[in-house]
């Protein structure tokens, strides 16, 4: 089996640098997301912002990623990128989706935003969204089992007739982007390995729930239809996908969630201050 980083104290305090540095740049792109504008100029907006604080955006050169956010608009599920000929228009949602490296450490977050007037059942799928990451990070825990999180966020949507994506998951962070272990955003068999293992203090981790309004091809479970970019996720039926993302790291004091809302929340005028 694989194995999953513990980090020290001192790493723990870099990575809530790099955390705030994201965190930071989702309030500056919140700012200027609105009807009309090019998803270029929120990627330029993010990309100097990252700068600024001196990090680097992970995502840019990724894997031959060619951005610095990843931008998903309405039926993008992830990786969306942002092409000089996509503008925001009224009514669209859009996740924000930033890494950021700072002195060795990774800094994660994703926010669905709203554009203009969301109609009503894609304002529910949100806060749907939202919660069901909230509820993950109560069982988030030290003591409790990594397959505990897929578990609540499929088990939570799944009431709605939501469904959650088969190929996109949660995952260790800190050194590098994405450590051990992957963490889906749905049930795993009991004999997986994540039925073991165990959340200890040292642990560094993101959780990530991407829900889509509607069933999939396995019910409560969809897999993504890819474009010719090879990065660009979409569902499979062009229902409208969100994604949010915290950061979270295990001490002696418990979970503590390093991506936080705080800032964002000051912009976007929400109470969900953790
Ligand atoms: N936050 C995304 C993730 O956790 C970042 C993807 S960056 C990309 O996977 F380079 F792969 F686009
Ligand atoms: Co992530």
């Not at 740049?25 to 700068?51: M, N, W």
């Not at 795993?188 to 560094?204: A, C, P, Q, W, Y």
């Not at 004091?253 to 109470?271: A, C, D, F, M």
Request: aromatic content about 10%; hydrophobic content about 35%.
């Amino acid at each position: 089996m694989s194995k999953i980083a513990k980090y020290t104290d001192e790493d723990f305090a870099k990575m809530r640098e790099s955390a705030k540095v994201v965190a930071v740049t989702l309030a500056e792109v919140a700012k200027v997301i609105k009807p009309g504008v090019p998803l270029t100029y929120i990627d330029q907006i993010g990309e100097q912002c990252i700068r600024d604080h001196h990090a680097t955006p992970a995502c840019k050169g990724y894997m031959g990623y060619p951005a610095a956010l990843c931008l998903s608009v309405n039926d993008v599920v992830v990786h969306g990128i942002p092409y000089p000929n996509l503008y925001l228009r009224d009514g669209d949602i859009i996740s924000v989706d930033c890494v950021a490296l700072l002195n060795g450490y990774h800094g994660d977050f994703c926010y669905t935003f709203e554009v203009g007037e969301v109609d009503p059942e894609t304002h529910l799928l949100l806060e749907r969204t939202k919660e069901s990451l909230y509820k993950a990070i109560e069982v988030a825990k030290e003591g409790h089992t990594f397959s505990e999180i897929g578990t609540t966020i499929e088990q939570y949507v799944a009431q709605f007739d939501y469904s959650v994506p088969t190929e996109f998951t949660g995952h260790g962070i800190g050194i590098g982007m994405h450590e051990e272990p992957s963490i889906p955003n749905y049930s795993v068999r009991r004999f997986d390995s994540l039925s073991r293992t165990k959340i200890e203090k040292g642990m560094s981790f993101c959780i990530e729930p991407m829900v889509k309004i509607g069933k999939g091809q396995f019910k409560t479970r969809f897999k993504s239809r890819i474009d010719k970019d090879e990065w660009t996720a979409r569902t499979p039926d062009n229902k409208p996908a969100a994604h949010y993302e915290h950061q979270l790291i295990v001490t002696e004091k418990g979970t503590e969630i390093i991506s936080s809302y705080k800032l964002l929340g000051e912009v976007i005028g929400t109470e969900e201050l953790y």
